[in-house]
């Protein structure tokens, strides 16, 4: 599995977009696909929890649906749910968002990509901080634009941090967007809030859009909420947030998410979504409304659960010699290295051929994380302790 395209691929595409005959491949996707077909693969290589939606939510969608809405919907989602949102903004973040700047999306990738396309043209340039999830790279891509990325900088017993100096100085008059996702996925680590102030401080006085993957916002361990550039922005900042239900509310399956734009973003966001899928599906909302009504137990539930586990996990990983590992703060992922080992696909595809056990390889998300492992702990502790063990057998204990 190589980064660079097959040819065989290049001529498959060649009656396509050109665009489309190098666009990058992604190394996590093919390794899932690849442990897919195995037997007895027990996949901790893909980012979601092991629980299903809770029924309240299921219950809400069925009313909705055997109450007939199963008809088109507005384009930037049902009102009901955009004043859901801006409710939940008021009483999670303390934050005034009038629910004319929430747009409803068909996942938290769509917001993503409504995002990126509103603002990015052929040959603009995107700042972003990674390791980042490779996806979002990917609708950089598609967009046309160039990515140029800032690397977390990683130390022994310090964890990750971001050197905003070094962000700051990698914007160029080309650059039209500065890409940050905290809590980020995959390493767990969390932009402070004088962080976010100093960044959007910077592309204020720049025009330089900033898009806030903010999908993780509730998972960070021992607080209700990590900070969002929301709470630093001003109604008119040139500030786009994506955001799901498909994390905090295990929703992966139903591809629910939104978008927050400026005050002067409705009517542009209105016509682009109108043009690309004519919005969300209908039925779906109502589960996400009563998600943000009543979902606040079933967050807690799961970050315990998920907190349990990191424990459990670290412990037994950190006691491992071999493995280099910081306890995350945030998201139900732990991103490791294996010593002596730097071909991460190599050592992923050992994993599902040697072990049984299918994690992502650390180059799905972006050149500097070559050699990293990332591992999905939202699961259940039979199957984690199975995990672990079966790691163990493969690189020894
Ligand atoms: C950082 C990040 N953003 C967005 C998404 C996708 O969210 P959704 O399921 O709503 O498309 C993921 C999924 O893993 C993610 O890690």
Same mark, same amino acid.
Request: proline share 9%; net charge neutral.
């Given at each position: 599995m190589q980064d660079q395209r097959s040819d065989n691929y290049k001529k498959q595409a060649e009656?396509?977009? &050109?665009?489309? /005959? =190098?666009?990058?491949?992604n190394p996590g996707a093919e390794m899932l696909r690849y442990g897919w077909r195995m037997q007895d693969v027990i996949s901790?290589? /893909?980012?979601?929890?092991?629980?299903?939606?809770p029924d309240f939510i299921n219950e809400a969608t069925y009313t909705a649906l055997k109450n007939g809405k199963t008809h088109y919907g507005p384009v930037l989602g049902q009102p009901a749910l955009r004043d859901e949102i801006s409710t939940y903004y008021k009483n999670i973040f303390n934050l005034n968002i009038p629910s004319n700047r929430v747009f409803i999306t068909g996942s938290g990738t769509t917001a993503m990509h409504l995002a990126l396309t509103s603002i990015l043209d052929v040959g603009d340039e995107v700042v972003a901080v990674t390791p980042i999830w490779k996806n979002l790279l990917g609708a950089v891509e598609i967009a046309q634009a160039k990515t140029h990325t800032v690397a977390l900088e990683f130390t022994e017993g310090a964890g990750w941090r971001l050197d905003i100096d070094k962000l700051l100085a990698a914007?160029? &008059?080309?650059?039209?967007a500065v890409l940050i996702v905290? &809590?980020? *996925?995959?390493?767990g680590w969390v932009m402070s809030k004088a962080e976010m102030q100093r960044v959007i401080d910077f592309t204020r006085e720049r025009g330089i859009w900033i898009v806030s993957?903010?999908?993780? *916002?509730?998972?960070?361990y021992g607080q209700n909420h990590a900070p969002s550039f929301l709470e630093v922005? =001003? *109604?008119?900042?040139l500030v786009l947030t994506v955001n799901s239900f498909s994390k905090a509310w295990a929703?992966?399956?139903?591809r629910l998410g939104w978008l927050v734009g400026p005050s002067f973003s409705e009517g542009i966001i209105r016509d682009l979504a109108l043009y690309d899928n004519m919005g969300p599906p209908t039925f779906t909302q109502f589960g996400g409304i009563e998600a943000l009504k009543n979902g606040e137990a079933f967050i807690q539930e799961q970050m315990k659960m998920w907190q349990e586990n990191l424990n459990y996990l670290y412990d037994r990983l950190s006691a491992n010699p071999k493995i280099s590992l910081e306890k995350p703060i945030s998201t139900f992922y732990a991103f490791f290295k294996v010593k002596g080992e730097d071909d991460c696909l190599d050592l992923a595809k050992r994993f599902i051929d040697e072990g049984g056990v299918s994690l992502a390889p650390g180059c799905a998300f972006g050149h500097?994380?070559?050699g990293w492992i990332r591992l999905c702990f939202a699961v259940s502790r039979t199957k984690l302790e199975k995990a672990l063990d079966r790691i163990e057998k493969v690189i020894g204990a």
């Open positions: 009656k396509f977009r &050109p665009l489309l /005959q =190098n666009l990058t491949k901790l290589g /893909q980012g979601e929890g092991c629980a299903p939606t914007c160029t &008059p080309l650059t039209k905290s &809590p980020s *996925n995959p390493t993957d903010e999908v993780y *916002n509730r998972s960070l922005a =001003n *109604n008119d900042d929703m992966t399956g139903w500097d994380s070559k």
